[in-house]
């Protein structure tokens, strides 16, 4: 990898950030490239591999640096202006690739998820080869898409989004990515209100065409809660057939083709034969345990497991017409470990969060009678650690299937398909 000469590195005056040149070299989770410096290793944002630029030093660590691309000498062909103003360095870090191409920023996340096998999960290149990995498009397009904002309040009231990796609020005037309902409230300074009370603002745009807005003090869902402008107990979703009512802060995909999509994967990696057993892990308000009771029938049996009570109450008052799933309020690992759900199993399906199920989970699961995993991820490192368990287990990773469910932004879905046995 070409590299940086420390001859290059000129000093911007008293107090201020160091800037050098570079010359980027490949993507890496993160939403950023890898560069180096004299040797050391330098996390690059705003920039595209191959790409020549000064970048500014945002921080120092022993082992490597972080910095910002702030000029860009030589260009990619994939670079593009980015379609909002408050994306780019020392602005709103809501965003990490507004200024990739939409296609490009596809084969960014598919490269990603390659070396994070490569690296984490220990596949070979040939067995990289053969998943034929790729992030499918959605759609709707890169813009206008987040069906979920959570908003931070600066001192002064303002709602605003944060700088990367800062607590600092930048008060934007509207956030394109998310859903034109969304942009359209007047939550946001300086023709919107303020929120002098409040920490956060949270925003919910549904598939259904509930908006809600809530302001809150905390972090916690349900921490000293106040309803703001159109707040409801309940927002509507639609997917898989149904009609879904859940409660704002219960989770749900942010994307409007989200759920529908990663249902309609998960059921055809899994290929769900009727009278089978099934459990849901980390099943949230139920989407796939649904999906799962329609191909198991009335003979089949699903148990869902879910930790947060929010997401808990909306898949019993959500499912209750589905008789054959049976719905545990506990966290994953102590449910596995203190046997409260107990195999033989037919199947299952992991959505654990972004820090994935976790070892013991996974050896867990793996040791159950079951004939087929469905792993969706939304994290391409965790899933990978999480694969290499599998794999210790006696276990293949038979399948893997990325979506674009976050456009501009660094972060990709997976569906993969996890089998017993090596051959």
Known sequence: MSTGERSGVSSVGP????????TVGPVAHGGHCVARLD??????????????????????????????????????PDRVVPPCPWAGPDR??????????????RHWKAEVVREQLRRLARLSPEEVTELDVRVDELPGGPLGWRSRVRYAVDAAGRAGLLKHRSHEVVPIDRCRIARPAIQDLPVLAPSGRLWPDADLVEVVASSAGDVTVRGRRGTAAGDGTAAGDGAAER???????????????????????????????VLDLLAPRAGESAWDLYGGAGLFA??????????????????????????????????????VRASVGPALRRR??????????????????????????AAATTRAVAYVACDPAAFARDARTFREAGWRLAALRGYELFPMTQHVELVALLLPGEG
């Open 92 to 105: 709103c870090g809501g965003c990490d690739l507004q200024h990739v191409a939409p296609a490009a920023q």
């Open 340 to 365: 409260r759900i107990v195999g033989p199993v037919d199947l299952v399906v992991l959505d654990p969060p972004r820090a994935g199920a976790g070892a013991e989970v996974v050896r867990a699961v």
């Open 39 to 76: 040797g050391q290793v330098v996390f690059v944002r705003h920039a595209l591999p191959g790409e020549r630029v000064i970048a500014e030093i945002t921080e120092v660590r022993r082992d490597f640096l972080r910095a910002d691309a702030v000029t860009v000498l030589d260009a990619s």
């Open 290 to 327: 649904a999906a799962l009771a329609g191909r198991v029938g009335p003979a089949g049996r699903i148990t869902l497991v879910e930790s947060a009570e929010p997401a808990v109450e909306a898949a019993r008052d959500n499912l209750r017409d589905l008789p054959q799933i049976e719905v």
């Open 235 to 265: 927002v509507r979703e639609m997917a898989v057939g149904r009609t879904w009512r859940l409660p704002p802060e219960a989770f749900w995909q942010v994307h409007p083709a989200a759920a529908e999509t990663l249902a309609t994967a």
């Open 15 to 22: 107090g201020e950030a160091e800037r050098v040149e570079l």
